[in-house]
T-cell receptor, first 121, second 114 residues
Framework: GAVVSQHPSRVICKSGTSVKIECRSL??????MFWYRQFPKQSLMLMAT?????????EQGVEKDKFLINHASLTLSTLTVTSAHPEDSSFYIC?????????????????FGPGTRLTVL | GESVGLHLPTLSVQEGDNSIINCAYS??????FIWYKQESGKGPQFIID?????DKRQGQRVTVLLNKTVKHLSLQIAATQPGDSAVYFC?????????????FGTGTKLQVIP
């Protein structure tokens, strides 16, 4: 249980274009989904938190107009990087917390997707 | 400020030996801690968690110890195997007004020597 998928796994785009990344919880309903960014050999940096049907809460310094988050259902959240530039190149990872918790687990545990490698040329 | 950090960036261990990865946290309000394992190019994988009302929790080959007095937690891996080679992150969870925030440490790279 607790499988989270991301699509695409890798994307290369030209500067100025927009890229959409999908995050899905495959075998559970997610109360909350999180989006992180990770640079090489560094830790995860939380970008935003989203709850289904409501606006995302962005961390300080993260531009909400550049990183658009839509949480359309209890199993799907999308991150759109608008007008991407080379400095947006990074590893983007989503996570989800299960609604009601998984058997033997906690409602606070985040389960992570495999990540999306974005390269902006 | 709020932070969760690790003492050692890299740990090399002989296969079969036990590994101990340490983590310090600064936010006393953290009530839940998680250890994640991240292999190269992949997302973090949940290993084990512990709530602040506990001081020890055991899993399969892994044990997490929590010392709230000194704000320290550790991950112990018994009989370390080559497949354990990865970066390990500790994370602390704080709930405030229904809003949950998890802060990740900087990570420790575990290298298992065959």
């Amino acid at each position: 249980g607790a499988v989270v998928s991301q699509h695409p796994s890798r994307v290369i785009c030209k500067s100025g274009t927009s890229v959409k990344i999908e995050c899905r919880s495959l075998d559970f309903q997610a109360t909350t989904m999180f989006w992180y960014r990770q640079f090489p050999k560094q830790s995860l940096m939380l970008m935003a938190t989203s709850n289904e049907g409501s606006k995302a809460t962005y961390e300080q310094g993260v531009e909400k107009d550049k990183f658009l988050i839509n949480h359309a259902s209890l199993t799907l959240s999308t991150l759109t990087v608008t007008s991407a530039h080379p400095e947006d190149s990074s590893f983007y990872i989503c996570s989800a917390t299960p609604r009601g918790g998984l058997a033997g687990g906690s409602t606070d545990t985040q389960y992570f997707g495999p990540g999306t490698r974005l390269t902006v040329l | 400020g709020e932070s969760v950090g690790l003492h050692l960036p890299t740990l090399s261990v002989q296969e079969g030996d036990n590994s101990i990865i340490n983590c310090a946290y600064s936010n006393s309000a953290s009530d839940y801690f998680i250890w994640y394992k991240q292999e190269s190019g992949k997302g973090p994988q949940f290993i084990i968690d512990i709530r602040s009302n506990m001081d020890k929790r055991q899993g399969q080959r892994v044990t997490v110890l929590l010392n709230k007095t000194v704000k320290h937690l550790s991950l112990q891996i018994a009989a370390t195997q080559p497949g354990d080679s990865a970066v390990y992150f500790c994370a602390g969870n704080v709930k405030s007004g229904g809003y949950q925030k998890v802060t990740f440490g900087t990570g420790t790279k575990l290298q298992v020597i065959p």
